[in-house]
């Protein structure tokens, strides 16, 4: 209010006549008030928390997702190939499970969920699986070698010798054909 | 910066309830609705206000004027809001009459010098709140203060 000293005489009186008193609903903005005073936080509306804190618990519960993937993928994959190695016959027969094959190409460091994502590779094939022409000469050789060579005959001939001797450039041959692991 | 609790409101409402209503009832002739509508949207901001009086008041003004706006008797409204049966004012001994005659002389008077005299006597607002409540300069708002305190000068001349 302003102060009555400032004032002329006529607005002091003009001043002191009161305005009517309104009909509010004085008990509705009384709870409406009440209300806001609850729902209102001050500490949490002008701060950066609940963002900070949402960023920061996303951010860990990735990295836990990641590092448990990888942790189990490896311990699978380790498991499975002491596995296979202490049954070799059996590995041979059976068809090739998904972990030893992201564990030959590398694709166990991933983890078996990405293995899973991803789909299994294909299996690793020798070069002698994958080359019709180094298999048909393969066989070829081993014909000739076998046709060449015929039974074992005791005291065997000079001529025998010379073909003998003969036969042994063919597993030269047969030895460069085969790739080094 | 203040936030509204159910003290402060409570205070708020003794002390500028009756000045903002007879603030809004120089456009409208519900200024207790507009009143009413006012303390909700203050209740309900998401933050803080500086000045809370002030700003009560800008609001009550422009929903009075909005209030107006939609009725549908424009012609006139201003002063047929003023006819309205309502006394402005409390009757107290000796003050019924004059009340009476203030509200007759301030229904004459133009809007703008009403708002004013309203704003600055009930409401204890300062020059400067004046003048940023009806968009003017405080000068204009003296003046206008002063042409209005002369029109009822002559009819309160023993005062």
């Not at chain 1, 090739?96 to 094939?125: F, H, Y």
């Not at chain 1, 063919?170 to 692991?181: A, D, F, K, T, V």
């Not at chain 2, 009725?71 to 009459?97: I, V």
């Amino acid at each position: 209010m302003i102060e009555q000293d400032s004032l002329t005489p006529l607005e002091a009186y003009l001043a002191s006549l009161k305005p009517r008193s309104p009909k509010l609903d004085r008990d509705g903005l009384m709870f409406l008030a009440g209300q806001a005073s609850v729902t209102y936080c001050p500490t949490y509306r002008t701060s950066s928390f609940r963002p900070v804190m949402l960023s920061a618990l996303v951010a860990a519960a990735v990295t836990l997702a990641v590092v448990t993937a990888t942790q189990s993928g490896a311990r699978i994959v380790g498991s499975m190939a002491a596995a296979a190695q202490s049954e070799p016959s059996q590995e041979r027969s059976a068809p090739r499970p998904t972990a030893t094959v992201a564990a030959a190409t590398g694709a166990d460091s991933l983890g078996p969920v990405v293995v899973w994502l991803i789909g299994s590779p294909p299996a690793e094939t020798s070069a002698t699986d994958s080359d019709p022409n180094l298999l048909r000469q393969l066989k070829q050789m081993l014909q000739e070698e076998a046709g060449v060579r015929g039974p074992k005959v005791e005291g065997r001939s000079p001529k025998a010798e010379g073909q003998s001797k003969r036969t042994e450039a063919p597993n030269s041959r047969l030895q460069s054909l085969i790739p080094n692991p | 910066m203040t936030r509204i609790g159910q003290e402060l409101l409570a205070k708020m409402l003794d002390e500028h309830g009756p000045a903002l209503v007879l603030y809004a009832r120089q456009w409208c002739d519900a200024p207790e609705d507009v009143v009413q509508e006012a303390f909700i949207g203050l209740l309900r901001q998401p933050r803080e206000v500086n000045n809370v009086v002030g700003w009560l008041y800008r609001v009550v003004r422009n929903g009075a004027i909005n209030a107006s706006r939609k009725a549908s008797r424009r012609w006139r409204h201003e002063t047929s809001a003023a006819h309205r049966g309502e006394p402005w004012f409390e009757s107290r001994n000796g003050q019924k009459r004059d009340a009476e005659l203030l509200v007759e002389v301030m229904q004459q008077l133009p809007i703008e010098q009403r708002e004013t005299i309203v704003a600055r006597l009930w409401g204890g607002r300062s020059w400067e709140e004046i003048a940023e409540l009806t968009d003017t300069s405080t000068s204009t708002a003296h003046r206008r203060f002063q042409t209005a305190l002369a029109a009822l000068r002559e009819r309160f001349p023993d005062r």
